[in-house]
């Protein structure tokens, strides 16, 4: 007989609830398949970890190859139709919210949330039928139970991050619309989840063997900890279910989130077998691509772990255009860039030898000379004009054109989209080695892992839950280690950047622009700005304007030689006209789908909505 639908009392957003119900969720397993021993019931658990976040996935949702970012300021999309169109008009409401965020298409990847409702209903077999199982020692017990709180409230708090309070999924329902579950606040929706992670706690391993590398062990569930209870703090998060208006952080949650910070260091201090720590020096560029086993750095406390196939195609077909990545068609064209608005947060060294921001005036920052003496990371993280970076086939230097009228230029007018896109002057290179343009040599041989947590965030939750706690970089929370102050200098020193001046350290609004900057640098690009942006309740600041997302239009002024990092250039700051960003107070909050309102008698939609 086929096991009953465990149907989490919503339907998806792009589904009715009816026609969600004729899915079984133990993906067509027969009932006893399921119970037959612990190898099968725990195969049956490894299920929930193909409904974890993708957000590499490459050409797998609705929206093509539109990555996260290019939701938030941090990318433009250089493609029509892979251009985020639904979330950036601000109208998320109705049957098109089925192309939310990447989109939702069903056989592949991405950020859809039907994966979140997918995974809830197999963790939640497992917790409440785990003793149905024969021939299950009290390990094997103990470690899928540990598994599954975890992944309960790892898929719940993809739901709360999102919609805000949400009922609690801690059952299994037949669907039959007798399950109208009152809707919780977020705060309550959190203190449950962090139920389940306390469960996680008392269950998981601290460590798993090799042939387990990417399963949340102790470590993972204490940094997700941290950021669950560093967002339970945010401003965005102490609205209630009938209002979103601008509130400040709870600073009694302030406090709990540097801790929980500060236990995730304490437990890497005091276990150093274990090899976590921060990458520095010529380490600092591999912390996400590598070509060899077991292809998990030592600064990933919790990650998306695939140990088969390559994903460089992700990125070759998300960052790279065909000058480098010899791609043609789609492939042919970069689908995301990085822009303006990223680089100016990177700091740049005065004549002083401080790093200082570019609108300080001891930066010496010089608009026609931009990319001189900036952050290290800004030369990790980005391409920009003029720059050599590898060589063709036939060993002759490739560089980065993008001025107008340059090879990245005519690829745009090849591919019809220069009278409907813009370029932004720069490409990603986080996530790229050079030498990527030898793909055809090297490309199969690099993998990218989508990296939930880590260890660099953990001090970054530390210096910003710390200083809105007490109000002051210098001060320590009880039970820390670390002021904000010191949080936020240990991740620049690893990459040779100064500390703070002292006079942003002492003055509030400074210093608390320092610690949104130093985490929108550090974890650039990591499917982090979108959500800071909006538990900040910043968002509709940063997007104000017809066209908030700016690039840079780059000219040559002499062309001597063939050497184009040694060409002149001039820089003129541009609206990128075609990316659009409309946020109100009501998009702080993703709305419910309407069939999902009109079904539950408990469903309250979210304001504005």
Same mark, same amino acid.
């Given at each position: 007989?086929? #096991? ?15 026609? *969600? ?64 169109? #639904? ?29 979140? *409702? ?37 898929? *719940? ?143 990933? #406390? ?99 054109? #993008? ?143 017809? *066209? ?62």
């Amino acid at each position: 007989m086929s #096991l009953l639908l465990v149907c989490t009392a919503f339907a998806l957003l792009s589904v009715s609830c009816e026609d *969600y119900l004729d899915k079984s969720p133990d993906q067509g397993i027969d009932e006893n398949e399921v119970y037959k021993d612990y190898n099968s019931f725990s195969g049956f658990l490894d299920k929930a970890y193909t409904y974890l976040d993708l957000y590499s996935g490459f050409n797998a949702c609705g929206n093509g190859r539109t990555h996260v970012g290019a939701i938030s300021d941090e990318f433009a999309s250089m493609y029509n139709g892979a251009e985020a169109k #639904l979330i950036n008009s601000g109208a998320w409401s109705g049957k098109a919210i089925t192309s939310f965020e990447i989109g939702n298409k069903s056989g592949g990847g991405g950020t859809a949330i039907w994966k979140a *409702y997918k995974g809830l209903r197999i963790v939640n077999r497992i917790i409440q039928d785990i003793d149905k199982v024969g021939d299950v020692t009290e390990l094997q017990k103990s470690q899928m139970l540990g598994q599954a709180y975890f992944l309960r409230g790892w898929f *719940y708090f993809q739901l709360i991050k999102r919609y805000g309070g949400m009922p609690k999924f801690d059952a299994l329902y037949v669907g039959d619309g007798s399950e109208d579950l009152p809707r919780m606040t977020y705060q309550e929706s959190h203190a449950w989840m962090m139920e389940d992670l306390d469960m996680a706690l008392k269950y998981l391993p601290e460590r798993w063997d090799a042939d387990n590398v990417g399963r949340p062990d102790r470590i993972a569930a204490l940094a997700f900890k941290s950021e669950a209870e560093l967002y339970a703090a945010s401003p965005l998060m102490q609205n209630d279910l009938e209002s979103t208006v601008k509130k400040p952080y709870n600073k009694a949650a302030c406090i709990v989130a540097a801790q929980a910070a500060q236990a995730v260091l304490d437990e890497i201090n005091q276990n150093p077998s274990w090899g976590i720590q921060l990458r520095d020096g010529s380490d600092y560029a591999h912390i996400f691509y590598y070509s060899a086993p077991p292809y998990w750095q030592s600064e990933y #406390l919790w990650a998306n772990y695939r140990t088969t196939g390559s994903t460089s195609r992700y990125i070759r077909s998300f960052f790279l255009p065909n000058i480098l990545s010899k791609g043609t068609g789609n492939d042919a064209i970069v689908f995301n860039a990085p822009t303006q608005n990223m680089v100016d947060l990177f700091g740049k060294q005065g004549s002083d030898g401080i790093y200082y921001p570019i609108t300080d005036a001891r930066s010496g920052y010089d608009p026609q000379d931009p990319y001189a003496n900036r952050d290290p990371r800004f030369y990790n993280n980005i391409l920009y004009c003029g720059q050599k970076w590898g060589n063709d086939f036939k060993g002759k230097p490739l560089y980065i054109e #993008l001025y107008e009228g340059g090879g990245m230029s005519k690829v745009l007018e090849k591919n019809n989209q220069s009278n409907t896109r813009q370029q932004t002057g720069y490409l990603c290179k986080k996530f790229i080695w050079e030498g990527a343009d030898q793909y055809k040599k090297l490309w199969n041989q690099y993998r990218h892992q989508d990296v939930y947590i880590r260890l660099a965030e953990i001090y970054l939750n530390l210096a910003e839950a710390s200083f809105e706690a007490t109000g002051s970089a210098t001060t320590r929370v009880e039970g820390c280690s670390l002021s904000a102050e010191e949080a936020v200098n240990i991740i620049r020193a690893r990459v040779g950047i100064t500390p703070l001046p002292t006079d942003i350290v002492s003055d509030e609004t400074a210093f608390r622009s320092a610690y949104r900057r130093e985490r929108a640098v550090e974890l650039m690009f990591e499917d982090k700005r979108w959500w800071d942006l909006r538990r900040w309740m910043v968002a509709d600041e940063v997007f104000q304007g017809n *066209y908030p997302i700016k690039g840079m239009k780059v000219t040559p002024v002499t062309k001597q030689g063939t050497d184009q990092s040694q060409w002149t250039y001039s820089y003129e700051v541009v609206d990128v006209i075609p990316e659009q960003r409309v946020f109100e107070m009501r998009n702080y909050w993703y709305p419910f789908a309407l069939n999902d309102v009109a079904a539950l008698n408990n469903l309250v939609q979210n304001p504005g909505w």
